[in-house]
T-cell receptor
Framework: GQQLNQSPQSMFIQEGEDVSMNCTSSSIFNTWLWYKQDPGEGPVLLIA?????ELTSNGRLTAQFGITRKDSFLNISASIPSDVGIYFC????????????FGTGTRLQVTL | GAGVSQSPRYKVAKRGQDVALRCDPISGHVSLFWYQQALGQGPEFLTY????????KSGLPSDRFFAERPEGSVSTLKIQRTQQEDSAVYLC????????????FGSGTRLTVV
């Protein structure tokens, strides 16, 4: 099935650094979401974006819904060790109810 | 319950065996979803229920996959004649109402077909 393209695939950063990751699609979505998944657990919703151009923050996390509706990015400021995990973007197309198309994931590892 | 509960957490099946995976959604949640997550990949949609009605099963990979939610609460995903390519984590999620993105995912069932 279709998966959205996320980059980078993985990243090693030091505690306190800012992190940026993005997600692109060949299709238009009307909603973008960002999830975090820890090992052995299901994804947990971090941020939801509903309008093209929208910029939304949740604590140290900031996400934007691209103007073209085909991309989104997630920034994490001042990373801490508990930010370790896999981050997934997900998009929803018009007319597909709540069915989500997920990205391939960005694995984040934070060193002290 | 407080969260979405899935059982078993781990299942090893011999190729050709039938398996049944259970999902207990959050009490009162109308919508229920099943996703399949292969190793190193993002979750992929399988099927969606609103109460007991299966409204979308477009993601089920073959007719060996069958899902039900007969009383609008607990759901079971059944895989017949398992194949090695069925090995994955199967995630269940529920939400309070249709159209809500506040999915709560369970921890998943890791299926290994040998």
């Amino acid at each position: 099935g279709q998966q959205l393209n996320q980059s980078p695939q993985s990243m090693f950063i030091q505690e306190g650094e800012d992190v940026s990751m993005n997600c692109t699609s060949s299709s238009i979505f009307n909603t973008w979401l960002w999830y975090k998944q820890d090992p052995g657990e299901g994804p947990v919703l971090l941020i939801a974006l509903y309008k093209a151009g929208e910029l939304t923050s949740n604590g140290r996390l900031t996400a934007q819904f691209g103007i073209t509706r085909k991309d989104s990015f997630l920034n994490i400021s001042a990373s801490i060790p508990s930010d370790v995990g896999i981050y997934f973007c997900a998009g929803q197309m018009t007319g597909t109810a709540s069915k989500l198309t997920f990205g391939t994931g960005t694995r984040l590892q934070v060193t002290l | 319950g407080a969260g979405v509960s899935q059982s078993p957490r781990y299942k090893v099946a011999k190729r050709g065996q039938d398996v049944a995976l259970r999902c207990d959604p959050i009490s009162g949640h109308v919508s229920l979803f099943w996703y399949q997550q292969a190793l190193g990949q993002g979750p992929e949609f399988l099927t969606y229920f609103q109460n007991e009605a299966q409204l979308d099963k477009s993601g089920l990979p073959s007719d060996r996959f069958f899902a039900e939610r007969p009383e609008g609460s607990v759901s079971t995903l059944k895989i017949q004649r398992t194949q090695q390519e069925d090995s994955a984590v199967y995630l269940c999620a529920s939400s309070l109402f249709q159209g809500s993105y506040g999915y709560t995912f369970g921890s998943g069932t890791r299926l290994t077909v040998v």
